[in-house]
């Protein structure tokens, strides 16, 4: 997600913090969660200065370590990911654990700073943790990656798009959940074009690199399709408030849908003037406005409604697990999952789980060749396929309808 902060603002999804210090600069709001046979599922957070390593290395326990954004840029995107993954922990633990042990998770606000991801990391790998589940971005990512390089540990983003995560660039025990926003936009070109579209205009977030890859990349597909597009148009939160005039309303008006390539804000303002100006064409938008931050219910008369997701949040996601993943999360949470790529950090705990289990060790170099051998693996959102690489590039998505201020199962799409 390279460069994503300069289209995020910080947002309102917390969980409880302790402020802490160490040494001559504040490491900002660490969090710990443990889980033990004798504990209920609780979220306990504490000062990583506070954990001893020494302890932890001598407990039955194998160590991961969650550094992710709870409040700031990243947090959107993190942050659902994040808590699902401890949620699906918080479970093995009650089922017994993996291989004899319990998983200690330590949990760890990053706040996209990365100071905060350095010393955190570096407290980690001194625990002797054997994953990091690390940020959607590869620039925050980039203290930790490099500390865990260095000491061989195996690394995973829940989200993470940039290209060196698939070839093995960031490193050769990295991996990513997700692909590149490119193959997001192409596989939204194939489900107009399957549905009967034929004609769409196009508007565009040129604030952000993904949303841009996005786009263009649906356009390149529709073009190679036969599809025909009446409005193409970046937007941004300056031309956003621009994009309804009677040139662009008028060569939308035989257009089949509106495609929306952008992340929440700018795609929130675009959608509140589009449907403010009375403009009714069905709208869906792609995989970057998937957000803990999107609320259909801050666009009145939303209307025709659609978008890409990786699961339903609704109670109504046609994968059992998906749903049992909500409940999962819902218990270290204590409220519903807000966006579809909560899912994600479910998957990602699956897949280690499995590794772990067919390597008979949670040492990262086992784990990572255990991985690297997937033809495919049925995940908690469906089957997924690495090819090859070190990234997801097959999974099963989901498009959501909004219907009453809430997005709702529409239809899966495997591609």
């Not at 983003?157 to 959940?177: H, I, N, Q, R, Y």
């Not at 590149?180 to 977030?205: C, F, H, M, S």
């Not at 040139?247 to 303002?269: E, K, P």
């Not at 699961?311 to 049992?324: C, G, K, L, M, Q």
């Amino acid at each position: 997600m390279r460069t994503l902060s300069r289209c995020l603002v910080a947002l309102l999804l917390m969980a409880p913090l302790y402020a802490c210090s160490a040494e001559q600069e504040v490491i900002e709001e660490v969090s710990a969660e443990t889980t033990t046979k004798d504990i209920e599922n609780a979220t306990v957070f504490q000062d990583t200065n506070e954990i001893s390593v020494e302890r932890i290395k001598e407990e039955d326990t194998i160590v991961v370590g969650v550094i992710i954004d709870e409040e700031n840029l990243m947090s959107p995107h993190d942050r659902q990911a994040g808590v699902s993954f401890v949620g699906e922990i918080n479970k093995l633990n009650e089922s017994g654990g993996i291989l004899g042990k319990q998983v200690t998770v330590i949990r760890v606000n990053s706040e996209s700073r990365l100071s905060v991801v350095d010393a955190a990391a570096k407290k980690l790998i001194e625990a002797g943790v054997q994953l990091l589940v690390l940020t959607c971005e590869l620039d925050y990512a980039a203290p930790a990656v490099r500390r865990a390089k260095e000491a061989e540990v195996l690394v995973i983003s829940p989200c993470a798009t940039e290209t060196e995560w698939a070839t093995g660039a960031v490193d050769k025990l990295a991996f990513s959940m997700t692909t590149q926003a490119q193959k997001y936009g192409v596989e939204l070109a194939n489900i107009l074009w399957d549905e009967g579209n034929r004609t769409v205009g196009v508007l565009w977030d040129n604030s952000a690199p993904e949303t841009i890859q996005e786009c263009s990349a649906f356009k390149s597909r529709w073009r190679t399709l036969g599809g025909r597009t009446t409005i193409d148009k970046a937007i941004n939160m300056v031309t956003a408030t621009d994009i309804i005039n009677a040139g662009d309303r008028a060569r939308t008006l035989d257009a089949d849908s509106i495609v929306l390539c952008a992340f929440n804000r700018v795609g929130t303002l675009a959608l509140q003037r589009i449907r403010g100006a009375g403009w009714l064409t069905p709208v869906i938008a792609g995989l970057t406005m998937d957000s803990a931050a999107f609320r259909p219910l801050d666009i009145s008369g939303i209307g025709d409604f659609r978008l890409l997701s990786f699961a339903s949040t609704s109670n109504d996601d046609p994968f059992p697990e998906v749903r049992d993943a909500a409940v999962n999360f819902v218990s270290v949470d204590g409220v519903p999952p807000a966006s579809g790529r909560f899912v994600l950090g479910a998957d990602l705990a699956k897949l280690w789980i499995y590794a772990v289990n067919s390597a008979g060790t949670a040492n990262s170099v086992a784990v990572a060749e255990e991985i690297k051998s997937l033809d495919s693996f049925d995940a908690v959102s469906g089957l997924i396929s690495f090819d090859g690489t070190q990234s997801v590039l097959r999974r099963v998505l989901r498009v959501l309808e909004q219907d009453n201020g809430e997005m709702i199962f529409q239809k899966t799409w495997e591609y």
